[in-house]
């Protein structure tokens, strides 16, 4: 039976509801918690005129979450020793992280920090085309979420890669950027939700499903931001 909780970021294997691992528990807990507040900040944002108070302060609250969702996805995945949930947790943040960089950096010019960020988005989008390779190979149907997901990190990596060298994450270019970033960090949050709460196969359906029908409005909506 599913958990009626709400798991963000990435399914949590739900024995660990049962076990007596305190450690577990409390990062579980926290990572549930900052799920649900990160959803709720995601649709206010988005829904809220941009610039405004509003609008700033639901987007600030849903970068920590997201910090609080990075934070205690790592040590879970570790524990469990889960590649797959390791990968995918490093590709969700850095789209909260770089879009929240972009919105605050109004120059263009990247930081050390900017520049780390971008090459950990480039690694694991191999290391998932690697371990999709490795599921593949073992007859696991992962490796179509992996596949995809790795995709993503490396063209949306290398953007951001150009972006900076180039300089040109200013005016409408920026602002696009900061929106494609954030709204993919959203996806993420949704599609751990679907995938944790709704029991249908197969499951690498759900992984891809949000990601296949989002991704075109958010193409529409930057086209129309950089008109």
Not at 17 to 39: F, P, R, V, W
Not at 55 to 65: D, I, N, P
Not at 90 to 114: E, M, P, V, W
Request: hydrophobic letters at 55%.
């Amino acid at each position: 039976k599913k958990s009626a909780g709400l798991s963000t970021i990435f399914p949590v294997n739900h024995l660990l509801l049962l076990s007596g691992n305190e450690t577990m528990q409390i990062l579980l807990s926290i990572h549930i918690l900052a799920g649900t507040i990160a959803l709720f900040c995601a649709a206010m944002a988005v829904s809220s005129e941009k610039g405004k108070k509003l609008h700033v302060l639901s987007g600030r609250t849903y970068f920590w979450c997201m910090v609080a969702i990075f934070l205690t996805a790592i040590p879970m995945s570790i524990i469990t020793s889960n590649i797959f949930l390791f990968l995918i947790a490093f590709f969700s943040f850095y789209l909260a992280f770089s879009g929240i960089r972009f919105a605050r950096n109004r120059k263009g010019i990247a930081t050390t920090l900017d520049w780390i960020a971008v090459g950990l988005m480039l690694l694991s989008g191999a290391g998932m085309w690697i371990l999709a390779a490795i599921y593949f190979m073992n007859n696991n149907s992962q490796y179509i979420p992996l596949l995809v997901f790795g995709f993503l990190a490396i063209v949306l990596g290398y953007g951001d890669f150009k972006s900076h060298k180039n300089k040109t994450a200013i005016g409408k270019e920026r602002i696009g950027r900061h929106l494609g970033n954030m709204m993919g960090g959203t996806i993420a949050v949704i599609t751990a939700v679907l995938v944790v709460n709704v029991n249908i196969e197969p499951v690498w359906i759900w992984w891809v499903l949000p990601t296949a029908l989002i991704t075109p409005v958010i193409i529409w909506w930057k086209i129309k931001v950089m008109k």
